[in-house]
């Protein structure tokens, strides 16, 4: 950025909070563009759900994929979960109030599955699995909002909404449900966020996820980690 250029940063946007700042001050001073990889802000699945938020009230997230030798000089929570802690975050306009997790060391050195439970102080509470010791592939996001149930598929790309109850909001003993599919044009997500990141590069419009998201996102994920550490005391676990 002091040499004059426009960068694309892979998240995590930064090991700690003062080197995210640093970051963030660069920006400021030179004026460069500066987007954080957080890919899932542009799967399809996701952007077709942002309009449909209204006040979202109960959150579960499971991102849970099979064990393989890359990222395990990171915990679980900054390789996968972030993306998750970042979509949320995204999702819920209020402050933090509270986080707990737990995780646990399996087949590395470092956390390999992780769970963290964060409230809002608007009182949404936001459950998160991440896992990289599953036999199985699973990435999908699910919430409550009043009369409605959403849940996103990040890998098919898919959202489905529930709708209980009329249009005039009216309760009923035998409440209709109505399902119904947003409409989703398929891209691949990492192509989306590099034409993104290029659209500001010529506009010189804001990024989609700025440098200050990424911090928020790397915040929350450090506060996990902390909870986890403090699990591991309980539990008379080394490291």
């Known amino acids: 950025m002091q040499a004059g250029i426009d960068v694309l ?3 995590p946007l930064a090991s700690s909070l003062a080197e995210a700042d640093e970051l963030i001050a660069s920006v400021k001073k030179t004026g460069r563009i500066a987007q954080v990889g ?9 952007r077709a759900t942002i309009p449909l938020v209204t006040r979202p009230m109960f959150f579960e997230i499971h991102r849970l994929s099979v ?3 890359r990222s395990l000089d990171i915990d679980v929570v900054l390789d996968l979960m972030i993306h998750d802690l970042d979509a949320v975050l995204s999702f819920v ?3 933090i109030r509270e986080i707990r997790a737990a995780g646990l060391p399996i087949l590395s050195t470092k956390v390999d599955i992780a769970n963290a439970r964060i409230e809002f102080e608007s009182g949404c509470i936001a459950n998160f699995t991440a896992s990289r010791v599953s036999t199985e592939r699973v990435r999908k996001l699910r919430f409550f909002q009043p009369r409605q ?6 890998g098919r790309q898919d959202v489905l909404v529930f709708t209980v109850g009329s249009d005039e909001g009216v309760p009923s003993a035998n ?3 109505k399902i119904s599919k947003p409409e989703i044009i398929p891209e691949e997500p990492l192509h989306a966020e590099i034409r993104a990141f290029l659209h500001s590069v010529r506009t010189r419009q804001k990024p989609v996820v700025p440098l200050e998201d990424g911090r928020r996102a790397l915040a929350v994920a ?4 902390e909870q986890i550490e403090s699990h591991h005391g309980r539990l008379n676990l080394a490291g």
């Open 9 to 11: 940063v892979e998240k």
């Open 38 to 46: 957080h890919l899932e802000r542009f799967n399809p699945a996701v």
């Open 67 to 69: 064990f393989t030798p």
């Open 93 to 95: 306009n209020s402050p």
């Open 149 to 154: 149930y959403i849940s996103i598929d990040y």
């Open 175 to 177: 409440p209709e449900i």
């Open 222 to 225: 450090l506060e996990v980690l």
